[in-house]
């Protein structure tokens, strides 16, 4: 399955740029093995006196974006589950910064946000691999809006994309 077979009525229009960052050659999985590694080799280049940097007031840092990534990873692969288990619970919305400030990513070592990201991410690519197609093709609703549970994984992987680009152009310049 690649993101070419996602049509956009599988989510909401708010996910169009990180969809539109996916490469449109890869499969879903391939994207989540490659997708890992290029996190991971991205995050350990940032040099360490940027780690705890911010572009501006009020905006998160390196880590704080890292950690981020893996939350919404963490939501979006429960995402994923509950439809794929064609559980039609109203699934609650995501306030990412109601999770920053408790997660205290600065406190935290790059190598334990690696870690974490890579349990996160393998956990991830287990799930997947025990999924149909048929399963990845159910709809659910999250944060009222209707949602397959393959648009819920293809999102994360356009999420951490965009992020990736946003530290490059507002955070290592």
Same mark, same amino acid.
């Given at each position: 399955?690649?993101?070419?077979?996602?049509?956009?009525?599988?989510?909401?229009?708010?996910?169009?740029?990180?969809? #539109?960052?996916?490469?449109?050659?890869?499969?879903?999985?391939? #994207?989540?093995?490659?997708?890992?590694?290029?996190?991971?080799?991205?995050?350990?280049?940032?040099?360490?006196?940027?780690?705890?940097?911010?572009?501006?007031?009020?905006?998160?840092?390196?880590?704080?974006?890292?950690?981020?990534?893996?939350?919404?990873?963490?939501?979006?692969?429960?995402?994923?589950?509950?439809?794929?288990?064609?559980?039609?619970?109203?699934?609650?919305?995501?306030?990412?910064?109601?999770?920053?400030?408790?997660?205290?990513?600065?406190?935290?070592?790059?190598?334990?946000?690696?870690?974490?990201?890579?349990?996160?991410?393998?956990?991830?690519?287990?799930?997947?691999?025990?999924?149909?197609?048929?399963?990845?093709?159910?709809?659910?609703?999250?944060?009222?809006?209707?949602?397959?549970?393959?648009?819920?994984?293809?999102?994360?992987?356009?999420?951490?994309?965009?992020?990736?680009?946003?530290?490059?152009?507002?955070?290592?310049?």
């Amino acid at each position: 399955m690649k993101i070419t077979d996602l049509h956009d009525t599988e989510y909401n229009p708010f996910y169009a740029t990180y969809i #539109g960052m996916i490469p449109k050659d890869r499969t879903l999985l391939e #994207g989540f093995e490659k997708g890992a590694e290029e996190v991971v080799t991205f995050f350990k280049a940032i040099p360490e006196d940027k780690l705890n940097y911010a572009y501006a007031e009020d905006k998160w840092s390196v880590k704080d974006v890292f950690q981020h990534i893996i939350d919404t990873e963490r939501v979006f692969q429960y995402r994923c589950f509950c439809i794929a288990r064609h559980d039609k619970t109203l699934l609650p919305s995501y306030d990412e910064n109601a999770y920053a400030l408790p997660a205290q990513a600065s406190a935290k070592s790059i190598d334990a946000l690696l870690e974490e990201f890579s349990a996160v991410r393998q956990s991830f690519i287990v799930l997947l691999k025990s999924l149909s197609a048929a399963d990845l093709q159910q709809e659910g609703n999250a944060n009222n809006s209707p949602i397959t549970a393959r648009a819920t994984a293809f999102i994360v992987l356009g999420h951490a994309l965009w992020h990736m680009d946003v530290i490059k152009n507002r955070y290592l310049q």
